[in-house]
């Protein structure tokens, strides 16, 4: 895994400067001006990949998962691509049995009374990135997307990033779109709506599970104070002794309680912190069929709409 | 949510100027006039156009664009512009944060929506490569551990494993570690500090040690975890002052300086992310200063190592675990009534709900159990007799030695006589240097004479007894690989000069960490010596050797047990064989006999050492209680009485450790955690 730390460091900072190897695991960096500000002003950095490295070049920085060093290389990398417009120009979806598919997939609303031309239509996507952070007992980060189709609102989670990078060859798709319903706010505001709505489970049982242990040790902990200051008190009784003295250390105990049943509630409680870090238009065909439905006495236009990188189908209205 | 029609309407561009409140359009179709447009900025996001005429009139454009709200970006393509684009919604909107009161969207997602919105677009490459970026720099939950990537020389067994992940997920942090001598507790001990640093979720660490074990913990964590830790007998911590324990981020201590009275108040007024406690079988007695330190302490986290939880009660161990969870086990009263048997406070009942309690916040490892092979380790003294010149020299230095020692002068220190005393008892070339470098600088005449003296034998002598017996056991060993110890650089080099008949590879501290897999790499490969200073090869994998020889002794008995350890460990399939080479009637012999005899130590297990000199109780170290018992002496005799007595409270302490081994074992057998 240190191997492919170093080679991606290596990859990333001869993108903001210039690398050569520098022996046994480490590298030296000669960096671009506008870098220099993230590492201090530098305009050299010797890293060491191993601590065996940074024992050979006592100058070097180590460089290892969860080091400090990692996390600035990375809102330099971050702030350096941190949007993009992704053509999915590779991903070649095809018309045919487009109704047929999304039919499998969802129930039309209505009864159908008119079939269009199948078509590919241009759609764009706002694919947000966030950071999120489970910060309880522990700390679990993982990155997770959600992405919004702009035309219709519709959202996707957890979409393979590899797959965007296997299909885009970086040329724009000219091609007949739909119009925009959505706002890039509006966007982001049903993206954190459903990624809330992802998460809210898996936090819920961690939650309760903590709750739980939280519960049992401040009553653990309840219950041996009240016996220390029972005990204490006894003393009241004792010949030659001093009520005041005795009140003095039972509030001392009593406010010693006090604080270790705050500290365990600050220790079990859960925070889950989502930060947006990266932002993606990503545009691709999707092959769709003009529709008009009858509801009724209603009758409406709608799109059925086949996407082949989500593999899901959807009738829309219009 | 309505979709809009799939339409799309295009005019000709003329010019089209956009900034933060207005969009100047210069539109036209062919053979028209350019009709401007000034569009003030509202928040509706839709339009619909649908007639061409509409446009080509201007017949409410305007007020069909005006409904347009931010609009930003235009989809050019070549001279034609779609009427519509990607659309940023209110720059002051309030972004709705869903309620809910341990969530948080905590980033401001205008700047990157504003970047889409003016279509300033990072690169494919550096979009995709920050991603990759990123998830180097994710923190993962406990079930996957990161520390392992950190460590360095260090070999992670199993049962390390599951207990880092049974204290991190189970015991949330505060865990008593017992497992048996040997199974590395300390590794354990420095894994865990590393998950919690290496998630940010620990920043301050204090380290609370016997004395003896300040400098060595601090090597363990600078070594194996490439953590700096300041320690608090150092310069720069008594120059801070009471700030010293708030300034410095990971402290290691001894118990017995933090609870100092005048200490306290500083010491318990400082946060601690992280407390580690080791040999934390001192903190038994709830009464102690030291326990009421450790309880008051304001800690996250909190790890007590020990491998003898219970001396001599039971109630030591509910002390231990108040300090982890107080009320873990109820009350005092309720412990005794629940768990001990009254006649003898030594035989816990109801041993499976005991079991079940202390198994939430313990973890003791046995070596029985962790499926791992300890072979044993047979010792052989290999006592040879000074040859003269030897003999001579070796004299020189005694008297030398007991010249001066007792007058601790500035020219001649005691800590250049304990010097030359053990380079002595390593080999005549050892010597040299030193000797070479004292009559350089300011002497008084007598010990001029005595030092010159000194040097010109030494630097004449090249026989030595000790060499000539290790010849004679390598020739007996045949071809068997053999680790060659000695403490001096330049016994090294004269060693090598002196086997350059045999297939030899040299390791020391000097050597880069590429030389220092080489060397390594041709042991394992050709070579059958491997001649290794003792600051060359913590960590390095050795068990494929199992023949060691001492060429000469350190006098600290834990640098013994690390050059046995480099064979001796978790891994080595045979037994080990130590050839212990020594002077007769030098200091060192008598320490060898102590060692040998009295407490066994080349066939303890690593890691019991430890206990055993920790119940000696010395402030002082080791070494310099034996320097000063040579120094101070008058004569052989003499010094030779004071080692025995020494010797025979080391026995003593041995005796008494192998009976608190017993009774742990007796009351604890296996706990896994959780």
């Known amino acids: ?318 | 949510m309505k979709p809009l029609l799939p339409v799309t309407h295009s005019i000709s561009l003329h010019q089209a100027t956009i900034d933060a409140d207005h969009i100047l359009l210069t539109l036209e179709l062919a053979g028209t006039l350019p009709v401007q447009f000034d569009l003030v900025l509202s928040d509706d996001s839709r339009i619909k156009v649908t007639r061409q005429e509409e446009i080509l009139s201007g017949k409410g454009l305007v007020k069909r664009l005006s409904r347009l709200g931010n609009l930003s970006q235009w989809v050019c393509q070549g001279d034609q512009v779609t009427a519509r684009g990607i659309i940023l919604g209110q720059r002051d909107a309030v972004i709705e944060k869903p309620a809910s009161g341990n969530l948080h969207f905590s980033a401001d997602p205008f700047p990157l929506l504003e970047c889409v919105w003016k279509g300033d677009f990072s690169p494919l490459e550096s979009f995709f490569l920050a991603r990759e970026v990123s998830d180097l720099s994710i923190k993962p939950g406990f079930d996957q551990l990161l520390s392992f990537q950190v460590a360095r020389g260090v070999t992670i067994y199993p049962h390390q494993v599951n207990t880092v992940k049974a204290v991190l997920q189970k015991m949330r942090g505060r865990a008593l570690l017992c497992d048996e001598v040997g199974l590395g507790k300390t590794v354990e001990a420095g894994l865990l500090t590393m998950e919690y640093i290496l998630r940010g979720m620990v920043k301050k660490v204090l380290i609370l040690t016997p004395p003896s074990l300040v400098h060595q913990w601090q090597d363990e964590m600078s070594q194996k975890f490439n953590q700096d830790f300041v320690t608090s007998d150092a310069d720069e911590f008594a120059a801070a002052g009471d700030a010293a324990w708030s300034r410095f981020p990971n402290i290691i201590a001894s118990v017995d300086l933090a609870k100092r009275a005048e200490r306290m108040p500083q010491v318990l007024g400082t946060r601690f992310d992280l407390v580690i406690v080791d040999e934390a079988h001192r903190l038994r007695h709830r009464n102690t200063a030291a326990w009421k330190l450790v309880n008051a302490l304001d800690k996250k986290y909190i790890l007590l190592l020990t491998a003898t939880p219970v001396q001599n009660d039971l109630d030591e161990l509910f002390n231990l675990i108040t300090l982890l969870r107080p009320g873990q086990l109820k009350t005092v009263t309720e412990f005794h009534k629940r768990f001990v048997n009254q006649s003898d406070h030594l035989k816990p009942r109801n041993v499976e709900q005991l079991t079940f309690q202390i198994s939430q916040v313990m973890v003791r490892n046995r070596r029985s159990s962790t499926g791992i092979i300890f072979t044993r380790r047979q010792a052989q003294v290999i006592s040879t007799e000074m040859i003269p010149e030897e003999e001579r020299l070796y004299r020189l230095v005694t008297k030398l030695v007991r010249d001066f020692y007792p007058q601790n002068q500035k020219l001649l220190s005691r800590l250049i006589l304990k010097t030359l005393q053990t380079e002595m008892g390593s080999s005549p070339a050892a010597i040299v240097p030193t000797t070479e470098s004292l009559l350089q600088g300011p002497l008084s005449s007598t010990q001029q004479i005595q030092v010159q003296e000194i040097a010109e034998l030494a630097k004449t002598l090249r026989q030595s007894a000790k060499l000539a017996a290790l010849r004679k056991a390598l020739a007996a060993l045949g071809g068997e690989k053999v680790v060659l110890f000695t403490h001096y650089f330049a016994t090294l080099q004269w060693l090598k000069e002196s086997l350059n008949d045999y297939p030899l590879v040299v390791y020391y501290g000097g050597l880069s960490a590429r030389e220092k897999d080489e060397a390594i790499e041709r042991f394992h490969q050709d070579a059958q010596i491997l001649l290794s200073t003792d600051s060359g090869g913590e960590g390095r994998n050795l068990q494929f050797c199992h023949i060691m020889f001492n060429f000469d002794l350190p006098w600290n008995p834990m640098r013994i047990e690390q050059r046995i350890g480099r064979l001796s460990r978790i891994g080595q399939q045979k037994d080990v064989f130590i050839f212990n080479l020594s002077n007769r009637g030098t200091v060192e012999d008598q320490i060898l006999e102590i060692l040998d005899r009295k407490i066994n130590l080349f066939e303890l297990v690593v890691g019991e050492l430890d206990l055993i000199l920790g119940r000696l109780g010395e402030e002082k170290d080791l070494e310099e209680t034996i320097m000063e018992m040579v120094g101070t002496s008058r004569n052989d005799v003499e010094m030779k009485q004071r080692l025995d007595q020494m010797g025979t409270q080391m026995q003593e302490a041995r005796e008494q450790y192998e009976k608190v081994k017993s009774l742990d074992d007796t009351l604890f057998g296996e706990v896994t955690g959780g």
Request: with cysteine.
């Open chain 1, 1 to 318: 895994m240190a191997e492919n730390l170093e080679s991606l460091a290596s990859r990333f900072f001869s993108t903001v400067g210039i690398v050569e190897a520098a022996g046994y695991h480490s590298i030296e960096v000669l960096l671009d001006e506008p870098a220099q500000a993230s590492f201090g002003g530098r305009e050299r950095l010797r890293l060491a990949f191993s601590p065996e490295a940074v024992h050979e070049h006592r100058d070097a920085e180590l460089v290892t998962y969860g080091s400090s060093f990692l996390d600035i290389m990375t809102e330099l990398a971050t702030a350096r691509g941190n949007t993009a417009h992704i053509y999915l120009n590779g991903l070649n979806p095809t018309i045919g049995r487009t109704l047929e598919k999304v039919r499998g997939q969802t129930r039309i609303p209505g009864h159908l009374i008119e079939v269009g031309e199948e078509q590919l239509l241009l759609f764009h996507h706002a694919l947000f990135l966030f950071k999120v952070s489970l910060i309880g007992e522990e700390r679990e980060e993982s990155f997770q997307n959600v992405m919004v189709d702009l035309h219709t609102g519709w959202t996707s989670s957890r979409i393979d990033e590899q797959s965007l990078r296997l299909y885009t060859s970086g040329d724009p798709i000219t091609r007949k779109e739909t119009n925009l319903l959505l706002s890039l706010v509006q966007a982001y505001q049903i993206a954190q709506e459903q990624l809330r709505a992802d998460m809210v489970t898996q936090v819920k049982t961690h939650e309760e599970d903590l709750k739980a242990a939280c519960k049992l040790e401040q009553k653990q902990v309840s219950e041996h104070y009240q016996t220390l200051i029972a005990r204490i008190e006894e003393g009241k009784t004792r010949k030659g002794s001093d009520p005041e003295r005795v009140d003095a250390r039972i509030r001392a105990t009593r406010a010693d309680q006090e604080f270790r049943l705050q500290d365990l509630e600050k220790r079990y409680r859960l925070v889950l912190e989502m930060n947006l870090t990266q932002l993606a238009l990503v545009s691709y065909l999707k092959a769709a069929v003009p529709l008009r439905l009858q509801q009724g006495k209603l009758i409406r236009p709608g799109i059925a709409i086949w996407d082949s990188l989500t593999r899901q189908g959807y009738i829309t209205e219009i």
